[in-house]
């Protein structure tokens, strides 16, 4: 009976409804349950207005299915679209790799699975994956030495090969993937190993049935450098002595410290560089309070440095060792662990203005 019904205005979105919702999103996909009866056939003249509607009241990108495909091909194209707009990419370049990945599916290849979809409005991007990148190795950081070194070699040499296979031309071929279960089974329990890939690049695919295997899909581009970018930060944690993995641990845990941390270690840096004789004195300086975070002296002192008693009662900590005590290298592999652990140098939080070492940085 149709007299209990409510009215279609109650049940119904409508235009003017979409536009006084005011939205915030970035990104708003249109999940449209197509059928075959006539009586709730979708038209393109409805999801035109429909997106359109939804673009006019805040939203910057709409993806719209136009036909319908099956629920596996849909799924697959959604989870590859997902996992390269949270990588960073583009949203038409997530919809490109999204369809080029499902393409090339032995089941669902055919074009009616992944050629229906439109995006329309702005070309957005999720997210900053430099910062995912800091994020998920302040996660490792926490774990066991031990666990942490393994992971991090075993996270290094994923990253290598797939450099490797993209200097190789082999990502137009096809995918490369690795089993899931393997590379947990090389990283351990540790946090973070996974957000840590999926920025870089790798898409975690679940499996669509329960006796297939959960697959990690290698990238099929490097185009922001970010993957190098891994590769050089996790080869300078593993090229720092024990002590110092344990230090950025408890370090990583204040971020106002990260600039003057960063500053002492490249004054240090190029003071070493610039010197021409062994038994030359390398001086820095540091605040007192960045000083008396904890672990903070372990990480000078396992780059060589000692505390100039003269400097105690001053606002300053002065730090030196001889030239001769001192690695280049080390510091070097510390500057570029700083950056990884605490985030790209343009997000580090800003110091006090009466911090003279870097205030050339900041003018």
């Keep these: 009976s149709v007299e209990g019904m409510p009215e279609p205005g109650e049940y119904l979105l409508s235009l003017s409804d979409l536009m006084d919702a005011k939205l915030k999103a970035k990104l708003v996909v249109i999940s449209a349950a197509h059928r075959t009866d006539s009586s709730s056939r979708i038209t393109a003249e409805g999801l035109m207005v429909m997106a359109e509607g939804i673009l006019a009241s805040g939203a910057e990108c709409v993806l719209i299915p136009l036909w319908p495909a099956t629920h596996q091909g849909s799924r697959l194209m959604m989870n590859a679209f997902f996992s390269s707009l949270l990588y960073g990419s583009r949203a038409s370049r997530a919809l490109s ?12 290849g055919h074009p009616a699975n992944w050629s229906g979809y439109m995006l329309l409005g702005k070309d957005i991007i999720l997210r900053d994956r430099a910062v995912d990148l800091a994020r998920s190795l302040r996660s490792m950081l926490q774990a066991p030495q031990d666990y942490l070194i393994a992971g991090l070699k075993t996270l290094q040499a994923m990253i290598v ?3 490797k296979h993209l200097a190789q031309g ?8 690795a089993s899931r279960s393997t590379i947990e089974s090389k990283v351990g329990s540790i946090n973070g190993w996974e957000e840590l890939l999926t920025c870089n690049g790798f898409h975690f695919i679940s499996p669509l049935k329960k006796d297939m295997q959960s697959t990690i899909v290698f990238p099929e581009h490097d185009d922001s450098g ?16 024990s002590p110092c993995l344990k230090s950025f641990s408890i370090l990583c845990k204040h971020p106002s410290i990260a600039r003057p941390l960063l500053a002492a270690i490249r004054s240090g840096s190029a003071a070493l560089s610039s010197s021409h004789r062994p038994d ?31 400097s105690t009662q001053t606002p300053w900590i002065i730090l030196q060792a001889p030239a001769k005590q001192l690695e280049l290298k080390l510091l070097q592999y510390a500057t570029t662990a700083t950056l990884a652990v605490f985030g790209p140098e343009e997000y580090l939080e ?4 009466k911090m003279a070492i870097y205030e050339s940085e900041l003018l």
């Design 226 to 241: 970010l993957q190098k970018k891994t590769h050089r930060s996790i080869e300078a944690l593993l090229g720092l002595p």
């Design 170 to 177: 082999q990502s137009q071929t096809e995918p490369k993937i």
């Design 350 to 353: 800003l110091p006090p203005q």
């Design 161 to 163: 090969t797939s450099l």
């Design 280 to 310: 030359t004195a390398i001086e820095i300086q540091l605040e007192r309070e960045v000083w008396q975070v904890e672990e903070c002296s372990t990480l000078f002192y396992h780059l060589g440095f000692s505390p100039n008693v003269k």
């Design 97 to 108: 790799y999204a369809m080029q990945l499902v393409n090339k599916s032995q089941k669902y």
